[in-house]
């Protein structure tokens, strides 16, 4: 899932000083799980700004944001105060904001979250970064572990020797991936792909920007 953070409320006031009416839009799936822009939070939203003078003419939380077409389909109903908004306002990741950006050129679009990481949630609201999205995956290699995004260092082949009681030089509170790795490569009887060497990352895997259907 996209991991998010709610961004100051104080940023988000002096982006919005010229506008007098707002449209809130959230998400149901990622930003909802991150109580960043589900239903309570842009109830939440609605009374504070509000409470600024701001009239709030609608909010929905999308089934999910960056759907472009979903998203489309599902604010048709919301047209009329989508219309009456001076903005929009939106609770959920960078890739939600710019689904608004896209489907209402003429109207300002302002995000609420800062998007963080792709994440695992492993208790209610608490997150662990697991994915670096870079466009060359090797936990076939490494157990279904990422060393690039869970190694400090985010070394390839094997623990750097700082280690201590299974903990990272870097921080007490971290366990070293490396030795989650060759536990876990250990209890599957896959411990023989620690001796295959893992070849620099090609970071030109990852697509900086893809035409669209108009090759834009």
Same mark, same amino acid.
């Given at each position: 899932?996209?991991? $998010?953070?709610?961004?100051?409320?104080?940023?988000?006031?002096?982006?919005?000083?010229?506008?007098? =009416?707002?449209?809130?839009?959230?998400?149901?799936?990622?930003?909802?799980?991150?109580?960043?822009?589900?239903?309570?939070?842009?109830?939440?939203?609605?009374?504070?700004?509000?409470?600024?003078?701001?009239?709030?003419?609608?909010?929905?939380?999308?089934?999910?944001?960056?759907?472009?077409?979903?998203? @489309?389909?599902?604010? @048709?109903?919301?047209? *009329?105060?989508?219309?009456?908004?001076?903005?929009?306002?939106?609770?959920?990741?960078?890739?939600? =904001?710019? =689904?608004?950006?896209?489907?209402?050129?003429?109207?300002?679009? &302002?995000?609420?979250?800062?998007?963080? &990481?792709?994440?695992?949630?492993?208790?209610?609201?608490?997150?662990?970064?697991?994915?670096?999205?870079?466009?060359?995956?090797?936990?076939?290699?490494?157990?279904?572990?990422?060393?690039?995004?869970?190694?400090?260092?985010?070394?390839?082949?094997? %623990?750097?020797?700082?280690?201590?009681?299974?903990?990272? *030089?870097?921080? %007490?509170?971290? $366990?070293?991936?490396?030795?989650?790795?060759?536990?876990?490569?250990?209890? =599957?009887?896959?411990?023989?792909?620690?001796?295959?060497?893992? %070849?620099?990352?090609?970071?030109?895997?990852? %697509?900086?920007?893809?035409?669209?259907?108009?090759?834009?």
């Amino acid at each position: 899932m996209i991991v $998010t953070k709610r961004r100051d409320f104080n940023k988000l006031k002096e982006n919005i000083n010229r506008h007098k =009416t707002v449209f809130l839009l959230g998400c149901s799936e990622c930003a909802a799980l991150c109580g960043t822009g589900g239903e309570p939070e842009l109830k939440e939203m609605k009374g504070l700004l509000e409470a600024e003078g701001k009239e709030v003419t609608g909010l929905i939380a999308v089934k999910s944001g960056c759907q472009v077409l979903g998203t @489309k389909l599902e604010l @048709k109903p919301f047209k *009329e105060a989508i219309n009456k908004a001076d903005c929009i306002i939106v609770m959920s990741c960078g890739a939600g =904001t710019q =689904t608004a950006a896209e489907l209402f050129e003429d109207k300002p679009v &302002y995000p609420a979250n800062n998007t963080m &990481y792709l994440g695992n949630m492993t208790r209610f609201q608490v997150f662990d970064e697991r994915c670096s999205l870079c466009g060359e995956c090797i936990l076939d290699m490494t157990g279904g572990i990422c060393p690039i995004t869970r190694c400090a260092k985010g070394l390839l082949n094997g %623990p750097c020797g700082g280690s201590q009681a299974g903990k990272c *030089e870097i921080s %007490p509170d971290m $366990t070293c991936a490396w030795q989650l790795i060759i536990e876990r490569l250990s209890k =599957t009887g896959a411990f023989k792909r620690l001796e295959e060497i893992i %070849p620099p990352k090609n970071w030109n895997q990852i %697509p900086t920007r893809k035409p669209d259907k108009r090759g834009k």
